[in-house]
Nanobody
Framework: VQLQASGGGLVQAGGSLRLSCAAS????????TGWYRQAPGKQRELVAT???????NYADSAKGRFTISRDNAKNTVLLQMNSLKPEDTAVYYC???????????WGQGTLVTVSS
């Protein structure tokens, strides 16, 4: 499975961005897709996940502001981020977990910078 993350950029506090994670390869074996982020000097942390069936899960920091969704026709998972805060600044990574093997694949990351 190959993952291509895109959509990052520079935005002012209160603004919005939409991240996209496009999957290719053996995508039929994907059980769950997730977005994680890593800020400078910090550990990578969960932002949101969505199962193959479409059930979302959010970190507390994302609840009410971020929405994860699937576009099955495009083999893409989207992360709509609204009301962005400077503390949302990080490199955002998408990953997938495979159904049978629980193997995890990571995309290359996309940088989100929120200015105050």
């Amino acid at each position: 499975v190959q993952l291509q993350a895109s959509g990052g950029g520079l935005v002012q506090a209160g603004g919005s961005l939409r991240l996209s994670c496009a999957a290719s390869g053996s995508i039929f074996g994907i059980a769950k897709t997730g977005w994680y982020r890593q800020a400078p000097g910090k550990q990578r942390e969960l932002v949101a996940t969505i199962t193959r069936g479409g059930s979302p899960n959010y970190a507390d920091s994302a609840k009410g502001r971020f929405t994860i969704s699937r576009d099955n026709a495009k083999n893409t998972v989207l992360l709509q981020m609204n009301s962005l805060k400077p503390e949302d600044t990080a490199v955002y990574y998408c990953n997938v977990v495979m159904v049978l093997s629980n193997t995890v694949y990571w995309g290359q990351g996309t940088l989100v910078t929120v200015s105050s």
